[in-house]
């Protein structure tokens, strides 16, 4: 093949000698419109085996690696379609997540709401509860208290009457009749007494 490429410029040199050749011996000058065979010939098979090294060596390799660009390039496309596809799951399902997430926080906030006025009701019935019992209790007391301040008004009253009455009448009374008397003053000082109230 080397042969061949060194053999067209020697082939053209050749050419070049016979024009001169011929115009030494007084030959007209060729024809720049006259076809040489030879040198048609020379330059076809030239040109094909020009053709089929490039092919094998420049045209192929330059076409498959042209292939080759466009099929990674393909790749990374597809490649790039399916990272998209999964992104866009991947933000679906955290949405869904987040939005469950929040349906539960608000859950747990109603139960918490729910739970903070359930036990402020029942610390408000506790708490009147108490208050009442208090009251109760206060009023047996007072009652108590009443009835016990009676008790000693009416013995002191009884005291006191018995007393003016011995000196009134100048003798004095024995223990029962002392107790009786005293009876029957609490008996009628707690009739006036229900009556006043």
């Not at 007084?26 to 006259?34: V, W, Y």
């Not at 040109?47 to 990374?76: C, N, S, Y």
């Not at 009701?121 to 009652?143: D, F, N, S, W």
């Not at 009416?154 to 024995?174: F, H, M, N, T, W």
Request: aromatic letters at 4%; one cysteine or more; charged letters at 25%.
């Amino acid at each position: 093949m080397a042969f061949l490429l060194l053999a067209s410029p020697l082939m053209a040199q050749e050419h070049a000698a016979a024009g001169d050749s011929h115009a030494e011996h007084g030959e007209a000058t060729p024809d720049p419109l006259a076809v040489d065979v030879d040198l048609a010939i020379c330059t076809l098979i030239i040109f094909v085996l020009l053709l089929m090294v490039l092919k094998k060596f420049a045209w192929g390799p330059i076409a498959a690696a042209l292939d080759l660009r466009e099929r990674t390039i393909a790749e990374h496309i597809t490649l790039a379609e399916q990272t998209h596809e999964e992104g866009k799951k991947l933000l679906a399902l955290y949405e869904s997540k987040l939005a469950a997430a929040q349906d539960e926080v608000r859950a747990i906030l109603d139960q918490a709401r729910r739970q903070a006025e359930q036990a402020n009701q029942k610390l408000l019935a506790e708490a009147r509860g108490e208050a009442q019992a208090e009251m109760q209790r206060a009023k047996r007391e007072i009652e108590t208290a009443k009835e016990q301040a009676l008790i000693e008004l009416s013995e002191q009253s009884a005291d006191q009457a018995v007393s003016l009455a011995g000196k009134i009448l100048g003798a004095k009374l024995d223990a029962a009749d002392h107790r009786s008397l005293i009876e029957g003053a609490l008996a009628s000082f707690s009739k006036s007494s229900h009556l006043r109230n």
